[in-house]
């Protein structure tokens, strides 16, 4: 192992996003959605035209029973998931956890997506598969290098194994950026694997063309 990085996750890429909503089979939309103080001003001011207290653009969508997704952009870069379900009931907050999950799920196997169709590009062969606590990416002619996405809660975990040299760097930059907000504090713990020099055709080919 190269090295092995650990992060505070976010959504912040608003393309990612819609394909995220695609990948669990929901067609996204872009709206402007408002946050209301109540229940009152939600269902009866807003007929009467309150915009709420604040107002949101957002990446929207809407599952087959009833719930509704909105992504919004809460800051430049940064957005925040949100899901509601007109008729409220105790088995709701369940569903809508198990729906929060899915679709950070689906935003990091989109953000996976980037990086592979780079590992493609240079003409490296690269496969994914998905475990119940995250993502493995393996690559090179045996698939012998290896990058390792796990969720642990709202944190995301990064190793990268099998790369020697500063390349690791290059291979995971993009799922950083695509995972992380601009001010998020990355903790890395750097292998020995790091520092050598490394002589691998494949890892060259690949530090020319990331």
Known sequence: ???CT???????NEEVIAKAF???G????TDIVAEFPSE???KVLSKIGYMGSRQFRAVCGKTVDGFNLFVCQVDEGTYKLLIEHDDISVEDESIKTDLALSFQRAYISVAI?????????SGVPVRTTEALHGFEVEFGPNYEYSIHVTLA????MEEVRGVKGDICTKLTEE???????PTAELLTEWKPEYTVVHEEQVLQILSANL
Do not use: N, W
């Not at 997506?113 to 590009?121: N, Q």
């Not at 809660?153 to 995301?156: F, R, S, T, V």
């Open 22 to 24: 695609g990948k669990m």
């Open 113 to 121: 997506d980037e990086t592979i169709k780079r590992i493609e590009a």
């Open 6 to 12: 650990r992060f505070e996750f976010s959504y912040v």
């Open 1 to 3: 192992m190269s090295h």
């Open 175 to 181: 799922l950083e950026a695509l995972l992380s907000s």
């Open 26 to 29: 929901i067609s996204p939309a």
């Open 153 to 156: 809660g709202d944190d995301i």
């Open 40 to 42: 009152f001003s939600k």
